[in-house]
């Protein structure tokens, strides 16, 4: 089975901080990734589609690359409001999950 | 306001059955492809089932073929889920979704999520 592997699986970090997810997958699927960011007791949101683009009212902040079967979710500058549990989603896979923790 | 709204999660026992309901507002609901997603407790997002537009393809996951039954009402902008034989790992938050247009098989509008869970 075609399997998306997301590391870290856990990322601690400070406001400000430039982080990045990354998403592997076991085979190339499909030419787009999505991201999706999820919050405790609350639906997943979409953040990024089609590997770059940003879904509306999403801040600039966020931002997707990649290609092939390495992709990544970079967030330029930490906020504290970007806790929460990221996942990457290709067809009808997900990603296990990066959890976001502010320091 | 683009809104979906799930319903009809609960407690069921081992090979119960159990109907969910997803209504659709503020959007064009004939025309979006939908899917259920469901999480089980502190793990991550399992995709279960996919229906076109019209109604005429569906698909399911491996872990619910042949048992789950996705179906939709383009006239009443609902979406269902009928789950036979149900199990104790099919407890979980399960999720309607909208196939953002344009978006690449991503989705773009999520229900707040219905729990279901199957117990004795």
């Known amino acids: 089975d075609i399997q998306l592997t997301q590391s870290p699986s856990t990322l601690s970090a400070s406001v400000g901080d430039r982080v990045t997810i990354t998403c592997r997958a076991s085979?190339?699927?499909?030419?787009?990734l999505a991201w999706y960011q999820q919050k405790p007791g609350k639906a997943p949101k979409l953040l990024i589609y089609k590997t770059s683009s940003l879904e509306s009212g999403v801040p600039s902040r966020f931002s997707g690359s990649g290609s092939g079967t390495e992709f990544t979710l970079t967030i330029s500058s930490l906020q504290p409001d970007d806790f929460g549990t990221y996942y990457c989603?290709?067809?009808?896979?997900f990603g296990q999950g990066t959890r976001l923790e502010i320091e | 306001q683009v809104q979906v709204l799930e319903s009809g999660g609960g407690l069921v026992k081992p090979g119960g059955s159990l109907r969910l309901s997803c209504a659709a507002s503020g959007f064009s609901f004939s025309d979006h492809q939908m899917s259920w997603i469901r999480q089980a407790p502190g793990k991550g997002l399992e995709w279960i089932s996919y229906i076109s537009d019209g109604g005429s393809t569906t698909y399911y996951a491996k872990s619910v073929e042949g048992r789950f039954t996705i179906s939709r009402d383009n006239a009443k902008k609902s979406l269902y889920l009928q789950m036979n034989s149900l199990r104790g790992d099919d407890t979980a938050v399960y999720y309607c979704?909208?196939?953002?247009?344009?978006?690449?098989?991503?989705?773009?509008?999520w229900g707040q999520g219905t729990l279901v869970t199957v117990s004795s």
């Open positions: 085979q190339s699927v499909s030419r787009w």
């Open positions: 979704a909208t196939l953002r247009g344009g978006g690449g098989g991503s989705y773009g509008q």
């Open positions: 989603q290709q067809n009808y896979i």
